[in-house]
Nanobody, 119 residues
Framework: QVQVVESGGGLVQAGGSLRLSCAAS????????MGWYRQAPGKQRELVAV???????NYADSVKGRFTISRDNAKNTVYLQMNSLKPEDTAVYYC?????????????WGQGTQVTVSS
């Protein structure tokens, strides 16, 4: 079994910063892409950033230049550094990971972490 657990959310004032972490654990053979998504109240879940096991990262236009995604493959962990936060960044942030377990590729999601940006 594989678990994906996010941490690092909280309340911050506009213009502030937060760093989210997401660790995958369990019977993992390999992790391909890892990503961050968010869902604000009354809205659909949307992509924030994704980082493949190799190659370039991808960001939503709304966070380019403010957020940075990175990963530590040795720790099966992905990070999201969020700077210059805006009230519209308020959402539940979810992490996912494309994990290969015993030759089977499956997408795993974390439980989410709340980020609230006050104006």
């Amino acid at each position: 079994q594989v678990q994906v657990v996010e941490s690092g959310g909280g309340l911050v004032q506009a213009g502030g910063s937060l760093r989210l972490s997401c660790a995958a654990s369990g019977s993992i053979t390999r992790i391909n892409a890892m990503g961050w998504y968010r869902q604000a109240p009354g809205k659909q879940r949307e992509l924030v950033a994704v980082i493949p096991s190799g190659g370039s990262t991808n960001y939503a236009d709304s966070v380019k230049g403010r957020f940075t995604i990175s990963r530590d493959n040795a720790k099966n962990t992905v990070y999201l550094q969020m700077n210059s936060l805006k009230p519209e960044d308020t959402a539940v942030y979810y992490c996912n990971a494309d994990v290969i377990v015993l030759g089977i590729l499956r997408l795993y999601w974390g439980q989410g972490t709340q980020v609230t940006v006050s104006s």
